[in-house]
């Protein structure tokens, strides 16, 4: 898991709080991504950054507002947040768009 | 949108046994497919690929298998060990959307 790795592993939050998920990526990849996985579900992708430019915003609410400062790294800063938004958050890389995704351990967030 | 799904939620094999796991894809313009296995606590991580202009792909006690005609999926396990627990997804690349689509994931159990 040193390729990508994410911080913290485990948040709890309450709705009112602000906080901030973290990845980082040590492959020397171009395109990161954020992806929602909850239980029985497929994995959703949230935010795409190809070469630090968002390029895909899949309806995400405004309460989670992504950040890629550069290539390595991703934020997702989250703000009154909703407990159905409880589930593990998940970091990609890849070469670039089209190529195999390396995923982080995941942040495991609850909202309570 | 176009999905991707595997057959059966569960399968549990015998310690030994060789292990089938399958995958349906709807999108005939899809011309990449990932497999990837997720264990309990960590964040899915790639296994094979294989591109549409092949049939098959082996690694190391794994093979992938494409059949276009079908659209359908598959991954072997040769062998199966305690370790290879885990939930297994199958993945497509829409090139005309520009992102991975994940299946819902097969549980593997393997009994010793």
């Known amino acids: 898991e040193t390729g990508v790795t994410q911080t913290p592993r485990h948040l709890v939050m309450g709705m009112t709080n602000k906080k901030s998920l973290k990845c980082e990526q040590h492959?020397?990849?171009?395109?990161m991504y954020w992806y929602k996985q909850s239980a029985k579900k497929p994995l959703e992708l949230m935010f795409v950054y190809s070469l630090e430019e968002r390029v895909e915003n899949n309806s995400v609410p405004s309460r989670f507002s992504p950040e890629c400062p550069n290539s390595s790294h991703l934020f997702l800063h989250l703000h009154t947040l909703q407990p159905e938004d409880s589930a593990l958050y998940l970091c990609a890389s890849s070469q670039a768009q089209g190529y195999e995704q390396y995923f982080g351990p995941g942040t495991r967030l609850t909202v309570t | 949108g176009e999905s991707v799904g595997l057959h059966l939620p569960t399968l549990s094999v015998q310690e030994g046994d060789n292990s089938i796991i399958n995958c349906a894809y709807s999108?005939?313009?899809?011309?990449?497919f990932i497999w990837y296995k997720q264990e309990s606590g960590k964040g899915p991580q790639f296994i094979i690929d294989?591109?549409?202009?092949?049939d098959k792909r082996q690694g190391q006690r794994v093979t992938v298998l494409l059949n276009k005609t079908v659209k359908h999926l598959s991954l072997q396990i040769a062998a199966t060990q305690p370790g290879d627990s885990a939930v297994y997804f199958c993945?497509?690349?829409?090139?005309?959307?520009?992102?991975?689509?994940f299946g819902q994931g097969t549980t593997l159990q393997v009994k010793p």
């Open positions: 492959l020397g990849h171009n395109a």
């Open positions: 294989i591109r549409s202009n092949m």
């Open positions: 993945a497509e690349w829409n090139p005309s959307e520009g992102k991975l689509i």
């Open positions: 999108n005939s313009a899809s011309d990449y």
